[in-house]
């Protein structure tokens, strides 16, 4: 019975993990789409549709006031703003073909010819307590404006990601590196090459937490790998570390040359450093440091995301060690189940992540978009429209695959 009540407790604890990750992603998307749909209003964008996830619409309804139609969907894995005119092909022919489609076609109404109004009549009266949408179509706007609609989506992302790491930095503390164990024997004062003198005191100690190597501030593992990648056994590497609550520099002697391979090389940095292993334990910080390591942190955050695809790109990191949707919301579902400051860290670097993604120069995605516009911009004409439209469209298929692919990789390996 016992053993029953702890199965049943941690499936639901699982189970909740889960349905919490899906709802960060849902909410990373929903706020995306929310920046282009302020940027659109303010600018004076004609928009039809606003829809939370894809698929079948669980729920929808048009505003009264904007003849906007706002839609919660089944797929809870994505969303858009619905901008009139945005995947249109430039032509004229095109133009009355939207007029002459059904505005509110989810408004119809079924009456009965008995004398009565005929069903026509029924459908205009229903659609005329609706008003059209007001505003310009997406591709009559200037470019400029078309601009910072599109990259309005991943502002809001970002700024989403450094609220919850200034609320992870001000209510827990900032994550930093504590030393659990040496490879071998606690390291002891030795020779040097340097002129500094080595001495029991200040050697790397077991319970030290770690804030800066060699004169850098140290947020992130990656961090650790930057700063000693290429250093040579035997090194005298300085350490700024908090121990029983003060700050001190230490010197941490290097057991192995530090050749990292890639950003998920972590056996080689700690073999390196000659810990077995070390955990991220928060500190507390000033007010003003909150926000200012909290800015660091994020563009950290977007470094890291950044050199993972170029690590891709060039073959020093493998495939499998990206992840799609489903990767995504089992990282974040373990995260959840570790504590609020796991949590947290890994939001945030879904929001960065996303915003940061965005704007790549990849077709579909909203960097690519602002190339167009550029080019437009300077060309003093568009792109030929139909083009544009194969080329993102060939996007979403290269994008949807390769999501379904890294998370099959990552079921089956």
Known sequence: ????????????????????????????????????????????????????????????????????????????????CAFDGEDDFDDEAENDEKEQEEPFEELTVKTENDGGMDEANAETE????????????????????RIIVLIAGATMNYLLALGLIFIMFGCLGRPMYKVDNFLTEEPTAGATATETVITPENVLELGDIIKEVDGKDVYMITDYMTALDGRKKGEQIPVTVIREGEERVVFLTLAADA???????????????????????????????????????????????????????????????????????????????????????????????????????????????????????????????KIETIIHLAGIIFLFGFAILVDLLQWIL
Request: charged letters at 15%.
């Open 259 to 385: 050749n990292i391979q890639n950003m998920s090389d972590t056996h080689n940095l700690l073999t390196a450093m000659g810990i077995q292993s070390m955990h991220a334990e928060p500190q507390k910080l000033e007010f003003f440091e909150t926000i200012g390591n909290s800015f660091v942190y994020s563009f950290k955050l977007a470094g890291t995301v950044l050199r993972s695809l170029g690590e891709l790109l060039t073959g020093k990191l493998s495939i499998t060690a990206m992840g799609g949707p489903v990767t995504t919301i089992k990282v974040t579902a373990q995260a959840s189940a570790s504590g609020l400051l796991s949590f947290l860290n890994v939001a945030a670097l879904i929001g960065v992540n996303l915003a940061v993604f965005n704007l790549l120069p990849v077709p579909a995605l909203d960097g690519c978009k602002v190339i167009f516009c550029i080019i437009e911009w300077i060309r003093k004409k568009p792109v030929n429209r």
């Open 1 to 80: 019975m016992v053993l029953n009540s702890l199965l049943i407790a941690a499936f639901m604890k699982s189970v909740g993990g889960v349905l919490l990750a899906i709802l960060i992603l849902l909410a990373m998307v929903t706020i995306h789409e929310f920046g282009h749909y302020v940027a659109g209003k303010i600018l004076n964008f004609k928009i039809t549709e606003f829809s939370v996830g894809f698929g079948p619409a669980l729920f929808k309804k048009r505003s009264k006031k904007s003849g906007e139609l706002f839609a919660l969907r089944l797929i809870p894995l994505g969303g858009y």
């Open 126 to 145: 229903v659609a005329s307590e609706y008003p059209e949408p007001k505003g310009e179509r997406f591709n009559d706007q200037a470019p400029w404006k």
